[in-house]
């Protein structure tokens, strides 16, 4: 097994987790692991496959949220010569490679309904039928599933199958997020700079200034452990002297003066956009009965749209444009025909 199902840490969260692995790993049945983003939810499954009877068997992984609605049957299920365009050959799938062993299916809750149903046809009764096969086949295979939502709140949106969860829960372990484990940030921190000092040829770690303990300690991490991985690997990376304890941080590295923002429209710029426009469509409705030239009326309709928009944006015309849903240019255009191009500000 590789070095990444190790799971550093001795806070008492982490340890109750690791504890409830190691028990249910002797046992045939499906097993879920939840938890966010980073939390280490991998290395938990193949600590219980390491542990299991299956040890020795294959430990199959599969991400369910990279594949798509078309393809996840084919992956899963496997597909005989001929089963749809493209198929030139019979394929096993992922439930028969992990045959005797164990199969790992993360982000389990993105299963499609269909992909879901068969799954539970797994689940239940150990078969499964090739796309273009008319004979079932027999597999022999432990389910540990992961996910980062909640299951029950998904069965109550009707977007996941209740008798599927019942079968996937019989043990359900919880990972806590690093912000749970404060005592255990710094062994991590070690930990990876340890790995990375050998990866960078470094003689030694020279550790952590105080300072970057104290970063380190008060940090969020929203990315969990992963993201602490990061932060720490960089940081000794750019650092570059093995020398002297290691004092600067990047928590965010995407970081700059100059980052691109994206849309510039303020977060209720748009909202207010349309709130404009509605009015004076109001307006203009009440004025309907008097219109005598239609195309001035028109004129005078989409002159207004276009005042309000450009106030509301504080006449940026970028950001209008965004409100309004037409290009930069295009706005350009609507405001020199009605003359108001020396009125905002680009």
Same mark, same amino acid.
């Given at each position: 097994?590789?070095?990444?199902?190790?799971?550093?840490?001795?806070?008492?969260?982490?340890?109750?987790?690791?504890?409830?692995?190691?028990?249910?790993?002797?046992?045939?049945?499906?097993? /879920?692991?939840?938890? !966010?983003? %980073? @939390?280490?939810?991998?290395?938990?499954? #193949? $600590? +219980?496959? &390491?542990?299991?009877?299956?040890?020795?068997?294959?430990?199959?992984?599969?991400?369910?949220?990279?594949?798509?609605?078309?393809?996840?049957?084919?992956?899963?299920?496997?597909?005989?010569?001929?089963?749809?365009?493209?198929?030139?050959?019979?394929?096993?799938?992922?439930?028969?490679?992990?045959?005797?062993?164990? /199969?790992?299916?993360? !982000?389990? %809750? @993105?299963?499609?309904?269909?992909?879901? #149903? $068969? +799954?539970? &046809?797994?689940?239940?009764?150990?078969?499964?039928?090739?796309?273009?096969?008319?004979?079932?086949?027999?597999?022999?295979?432990?389910?540990?599933?992961?996910?980062?939502?909640?299951?029950?709140?998904?069965?109550?949106?009707?977007?996941?199958?209740?008798?599927?969860?019942?079968?996937?829960?019989?043990?359900?372990?919880?990972?806590?997020?690093?912000?749970?484990?404060?005592?255990?940030?710094?062994?991590?921190?070690?930990?990876?700079?340890?790995?990375?000092?050998?990866?960078?040829?470094?003689?030694?770690?020279?550790?952590?200034?105080?300072?970057?303990?104290?970063?380190?300690?008060?940090?969020?991490?929203?990315?969990?452990?992963?993201?602490?991985?990061?932060?720490?690997?960089?940081?000794?990376?750019?650092?570059?002297?093995?020398?002297?304890?290691?004092?600067?941080?990047?928590?965010?590295?995407?970081?700059?003066?100059?980052?691109?923002?994206?849309?510039?429209?303020?977060?209720?710029?748009?909202?207010?956009?349309?709130?404009?426009?509605?009015?004076?469509?109001?307006?203009?409705?009440?004025?309907?009965?008097?219109?005598?030239?239609?195309?001035?009326?028109?004129?005078?309709?989409?002159?207004?749209?276009?005042?309000?928009?450009?106030?509301?944006?504080?006449?940026?015309?970028?950001?209008?444009?965004?409100?309004?849903?037409?290009?930069?240019?295009?706005?350009?255009?609507?405001?020199?025909?009605?003359?108001?191009?020396?009125?905002?500000?680009?």
């Amino acid at each position: 097994m590789k070095d990444s199902a190790t799971l550093v840490g001795q806070s008492t969260q982490l340890l109750d987790a690791i504890e409830r692995a190691s028990l249910a790993a002797a046992l045939n049945r499906p097993v /879920l692991v939840i938890g !966010e983003r %980073g @939390t280490g939810k991998e290395m938990v499954a #193949e $600590r +219980l496959h &390491r542990l299991s009877p299956r040890w020795e068997e294959p430990f199959i992984p599969m991400n369910c949220a990279a594949m798509s609605e078309a393809l996840i049957d084919a992956e899963l299920f496997g597909y005989e010569a001929g089963a749809f365009t493209g198929a030139v050959s019979t394929r096993r799938g992922r439930f028969e490679e992990a045959d005797g062993g164990t /199969l790992f299916l993360d !982000e389990v %809750g @993105t299963l499609s309904s269909a992909a879901q #149903e $068969r +799954l539970l &046809r797994v689940v239940e009764y150990g078969e499964l039928t090739r796309l273009g096969a008319n004979r079932p086949l027999s597999v022999d295979v432990r389910i540990v599933g992961a996910t980062n939502e909640d299951l029950p709140g998904l069965v109550e949106k009707g977007r996941f199958r209740a008798d599927l969860l019942d079968r996937l829960s019989f043990e359900v372990i919880t990972l806590p997020p690093l912000r749970a484990r404060s005592d255990d940030i710094m062994e991590l921190a070690n930990h990876f700079a340890r790995r990375m000092s050998v990866e960078l040829s470094w003689p030694d770690f020279p550790g952590f200034s105080r300072e970057a303990r104290q970063n380190l300690r008060a940090h969020d991490w929203p990315g969990n452990v992963r993201e602490l991985k990061n932060v720490v690997e960089r940081a000794l990376y750019r650092w570059g002297d093995p020398s002297t304890p290691v004092d600067a941080l990047q928590f965010d590295p995407f970081d700059s003066p100059w980052r691109p923002r994206g849309s510039i429209v303020a977060p209720d710029a748009a909202p207010k956009a349309v709130e404009a426009a509605a009015t004076v469509a109001v307006a203009a409705a009440e004025r309907r009965a008097a219109v005598s030239d239609l195309r001035a009326a028109v004129a005078e309709y989409e002159r207004d749209i276009l005042v309000g928009t450009l106030e509301t944006c504080r006449y940026n015309q970028r950001a209008a444009a965004v409100a309004l849903s037409v290009t930069y240019d295009q706005l350009r255009h609507c405001m020199r025909r009605h003359g108001l191009l020396n009125r905002a500000a680009s």
